[in-house]
């Protein structure tokens, strides 16, 4: 196997592949871009969608102890005086004398024990000072302190301020738990390893409410089904990795926190978080709005504000993990003995953007033609299709497979009978990983693909 010999090889191919196929685009890339925002294009949004219909399907659908919410991106601004973030989300952030670069203070290289500039080297530093990660904004015509608010920086704090409002409607009992999925954004200081640390992204939380008593049970249940979620979308056990975070670098209010981690090409890095919270949000915003937020137990008839355990997921960083753990390079021989590299995207078949290719074997065949077209009708709208007739079928099936797409159905002359009517309206599928075909009846597509993608 010809992998990328090292991780920075590997990374610059991902990348290649990613704006080449249409996975990732820079956005407003005509003008220039903008630093830590992108764009997904056909097969990167395809992605993105698999990925968070699943969540949302294991985390609401097939729970009945978890409803779901879309809060809106604006939001009073006491919201965010009241969860701390106005005054405590920051980054220590540094300048750069010599060159200027503006830096954070916590990621810099160090030279005989004093921080250094990655940049230029220079050991000219500024002091440390707080910057805060909020995008702020006006809400209104006037640009004056009042009207001041910030675009949200976690989706979470929407699923606290309206915990009152769907506990009453939902008519949940602890424990319980909403779910959104949702954008949020943040003024990185150095966005950097592509998508993975950007300024727009997208997040999957769930806040999980429980009794004070259940919080470190359930922080310990969160962290199985969040594993177990990964592994189902395509990452290996060998590729997660657990970071218990120590007491001390824990936030005050946190009784316990898990760093669930991915291999990247870039290093072993964050992909999600799950955090027991206590009680401390909804405090925060009790105290601070002066509404109740507590929850009435009807058996112990007590009133009390209800603990929480929060995991919290990135779209943009897992379907950036789902796109490395895919990524491989094989050296193939084909029928006369020529060796190429074929680049495949190895997706989980339930992640891969498109499901399956459907190829007449000849383009200027009516009868294939037809029949082709009758297959993508017969498929479209129970999955992601894409019919391809230009091109030999060998260089149809290597796009397919650098877009990472699972089944190739090829209708030939024997689907149509010219051969006889043994293999008539049967196709081939062609496995993407093993490269073998086998004989399907067209009658029996439908379901054979169906079962292998859900
Ligand atoms: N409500 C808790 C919260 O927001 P977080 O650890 O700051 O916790 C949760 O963020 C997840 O959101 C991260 O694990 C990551 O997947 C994603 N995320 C955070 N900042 C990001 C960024 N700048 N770019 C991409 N994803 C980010």
């Given at each position: 196997m010809a992998q990328a010999k090292s991780g920075s090889d590997r990374m610059e191919k991902i990348v290649s592949l990613c704006k080449r196929r249409g996975f990732v685009f820079q956005s407003s890339e005509i003008y220039g871009g903008l630093n830590g925002c992108w764009d997904y294009g056909p097969l990167g949004t395809e992605l993105k969608r698999n990925l968070k219909d699943f969540w949302w399907r294991r985390?609401?659908?097939?729970?009945?102890?978890v409803v779901g919410m879309d809060g809106s991106i604006l939001m009073n601004r006491q919201v965010w005086v009241a969860s701390g973030h106005e005054n405590t989300f920051t980054d220590p952030m540094v300048d750069c004398r010599n060159c200027k670069s503006r830096l954070r203070a916590d990621q810099l290289p160090e030279k005989n024990g004093r921080k250094q500039c990655p940049v230029c080297g220079s050991l000219d530093l500024t002091e440390p000072r707080a910057f805060n990660l909020m995008f702020k904004t006006y809400v209104g015509a006037t640009e004056d302190e009042s009207a001041i608010t910030y675009?949200?920086?976690?989706?979470?704090q929407a699923i606290f301020v309206q915990f009152r409002n769907i506990l009453e409607v939902s008519r949940k009992k602890l424990p319980f738990g909403i779910a959104q999925i949702g954008k949020a954004f943040r003024n990185e200081i150095n966005p950097r390893n592509f998508t993975f640390r950007s300024r727009e992204f997208e997040q999957m939380e769930l806040e999980y409410f429980c009794r004070p008593e259940n919080g470190l049970e359930l922080l310990e249940y969160w962290l199985q089904e969040r594993l177990r979620f990964y592994r189902d979308i395509g990452l290996s056990s060998e590729s997660l990795h657990v970071h218990k975070i120590p007491p001390e670098e824990c936030?005050?209010?946190?009784?316990g926190t898990y760093d669930i981690e991915f291999e990247f090409p870039f290093g072993i890095q964050e992909l999600e978080g799950v955090a027991y919270r206590t009680d401390y949000d909804l405090n925060q915003h009790q105290k601070a709005s002066g509404k109740p937020l507590d929850y009435f137990d009807e058996e112990s008839k007590q009133h009390f504000i209800p603990h929480v355990v929060e995991p919290s997921a990135g779209v943009d960083r897992t379907a950036l993990a789902l796109i490395c753990a895919a990524y491989d390079e094989e050296v193939v021989t084909d029928e006369k003995g020529k060796s190429e590299t074929r680049t495949v995207l190895r997706f989980h078949p339930r992640m891969a953007p498109i499901k399956c290719g459907v190829f007449p074997l000849l383009k200027n065949n009516e009868l294939l033609v037809r029949q082709a077209r009758e297959i993508v009708d017969q498929l479209r709208g129970k999955m992601m299709v894409f019919y391809d007739e230009t091109g030999a079928i060998g260089r149809r099936y290597r796009r397919q497979d650098e877009a990472g797409t699972p089944f190739a159905v090829t209708v030939d002359f024997d689907t149509i009978g010219e051969?006889?009517?043994?293999?008539?309206?049967t196709v081939t599928v062609r496995h993407r990983d093993s490269m073998e075909q086998e004989r399907i009846a067209i009658k029996e597509l439908t379901a054979f693909l169906g079962e292998r993608i859900r």
């Open positions: 985390m609401v659908r097939e729970r009945d102890d675009l949200r920086p976690e989706t979470a936030a005050h209010y946190s009784k051969n006889g009517p043994a293999l008539r309206d």
